[in-house]
């Protein structure tokens, strides 16, 4: 079964400063998503990134890009001059190209709580 | 704006109660899902419908149902509360074949 790893609970940044969140994931599959959310205070969920496995050329998205090592099953997600806005819960997660059924199903990591100290 | 709506914001329930948190969406999307999140243990699926029709469990379905009343709305239902199902609720759906999730705003569920 397919699982994501989010190994580092809590992290924190100075503003401006850049940090790197980890990722690993475990699949036999070739073809697969990747994504990034994230959920600050207010609870609502919103993707930041998205990478398509097939891909070689990693994601950018603004101060969001990310760092995707398919053969390490490793996609690390760095934000740049980080703003106090970013300061959230950040989930990594997984999905198939297609799953059996026809269903879509997300796989999740357990998140990262990022601060951001002014 | 288009997107994920879900109601009701925040519910309180007394113990063997029973309620529905309600969830639509406009984006012409096939699949839908429920979700609960509790700290630490990130978000579990409880209910998921692939497309207008279906219906299937997820990790931890026990003490839900759920309904798929047309390809707007998916409802998930408690039928006697318990203090174990006070969570966060979101549902979600999802659309073409390269996307992820869009998510409703949440429901903050008590249960005492």
């Known amino acids: 079964a397919q699982t994501v790893t989010q190994s580092q609970p809590e992290m924190s940044v100075q503003e401006a400063e850049t940090v790197t969140l980890s990722c690993t994931y475990d699949t036999s599959e070739s073809d697969y998503y990747l994504f990034w959310y994230k959920q600050p205070p207010s609870r609502q969920m919103i993707l930041v990134i998205r990478?398509?496995?097939?891909k070689q050329q990693n994601a950018t998205e603004n101060r969001f890009s990310v760092n995707f090592q398919k053969a390490a099953k490793s996609f690390s997600l760095k934000i740049s001059d980080s703003q106090l806005g970013d300061a959230a819960m950040y989930f990594c997660a997984y999905r198939k190209v297609v799953n059996a059924g026809n269903n879509r199903k997300l796989i999740w990591g357990l998140g990262t709580s990022l601060a951001v100290n002014p | 704006n288009a997107g994920v709506t879900q109601t009701p914001k925040f519910q309180v329930l007394k113990t063997g109660q029973s309620m529905t948190l309600q969830c639509a969406q406009d984006?012409?999307?096939?699949?839908m899902y429920w979700y609960r999140q509790d700290p630490g243990m990130g978000l579990r699926l409880i209910y998921y419908s692939a497309s207008e029709g279906t219906t299937d469990k997820g990790e931890v379905p026990n003490g839900y149902n759920v309904s798929r009343l047309n390809k707007r709305e998916f409802s998930l239902r408690l039928e006697s509360a318990a203090p174990s199902q006070t969570s966060v609720y979101f549902c979600?759906?999802?659309?073409?074949?390269?996307?992820?999730?869009?998510f409703g705003s949440g429901t903050r569920l008590t249960v005492v």
């Open positions: 984006m012409n999307h096939n699949s």
């Open positions: 990478q398509e496995a097939y």
């Open positions: 979600a759906s999802m659309g073409g074949r390269d996307y992820g999730y869009t």
